[in-house]
């Protein structure tokens, strides 16, 4: 059966977070931003983690106790189920990712996969070529000035490199509205490539409100006892149309994350 699904495609959990307000937050979001497109009736819900190389929050989630919630293992370890904690209805589904920085320091997010390597280990290339190998979803993730000069002339040749079909762009709210349409971005989609699209939270605290608020709409069959399998044959399907909805950052939101990203560092 053909079902409508609505994916954040780069979720980071962090510590500080609190997970109740980031899973009710999320489920918020992802209606309103569902509403942002012709189709309307409720969707499927998929969070897709792109945890980095110092955070280890999927792996624990089952040890996790969050008001009002429960999570449940699936037939697949690299996917969770998210309940209502008195009805047991499904709410959303989590499935395990990793956003893998490069020896050219590019991000590539290995989406519903296990799948890990170490910091700046693998050249662009070659970790595209081992999460396909390890049966996850390779994207290539734009962030500000990561896709300009040397590292853009690796952004092109791996477009260059791979078929539309085996490649996706990750798209975020770190790319804010007033920003335009990248070069390579654009280049990217007009030759088939495909956008996923995610919310992309920082480690500061109430970043969860992002949760959802950016994020790819689809449809396909979908099987909830094994809902990465399910999302990773939607995906890779050619045939399959992903719709970016919901928002990315303003000018006011962007700056500010912007000015906390540079504090941090300085720090």
């Known amino acids: 059966m053909q079902e409508t699904l609505i994916i954040d495609g780069h979720v980071h959990l962090y510590e500080n977070f609190d997970f109740s307000f980031a899973f009710r937050t999320s489920l918020r979001n992802f209606i309103n931003s569902q509403r942002t497109t012709k189709n309307r009736h409720d969707a499927i819900k998929v969070w897709m983690m792109t945890e980095r190389h110092d955070c280890e929050i999927f792996s624990r989630l089952d040890n996790k106790d969050i008001a009002g919630y429960k999570i449940d293992k699936t037939k697949e370890p690299e996917s969770r189920v998210v309940r209502d904690a008195d009805t047991g209805e499904p709410l959303f589904y989590i499935l395990a990712g990793r956003q893998i920085v490069t020896k050219e320091n590019l991000e590539v997010c290995a989406l519903a996969t296990l799948y890990r390597c170490g910091h700046r280990e693998l050249s662009t290339a070659d970790t595209i070529q081992s999460i396909y190998e390890n049966g996850g979803i390779a994207a290539l993730n734009w962030a500000p000035g990561k896709w300009f000069g040397a590292r853009g002339k690796i952004v092109q040749n791996m477009l260059d490199a791979h078929l539309p079909s085996k490649l996706f762009i990750s798209d975020t709210t770190m790319r804010p ?91």
Do not use: N
């Open 177 to 267: 509205r007033f920003w335009p349409v990248p070069r390579l971005m654009k280049f990217a989609t007009k030759r088939g490539f495909k956008l996923i699209c995610g919310s992309d939270p920082l480690p500061f605290s109430g970043e969860e409100k992002l949760l959802g608020s950016y994020a790819t709409l689809t449809t396909g069959e979908f099987d909830e006892t094994i809902p990465a399998d399910s999302v990773r044959a939607i995906c890779l399907d050619p045939a399959t149309d992903l719709e970016p909805c919901g928002h990315r950052s303003g000018l006011f939101s962007f700056a500010k994350r912007q000015w906390k990203i540079m504090h941090t560092r300085k720090d």
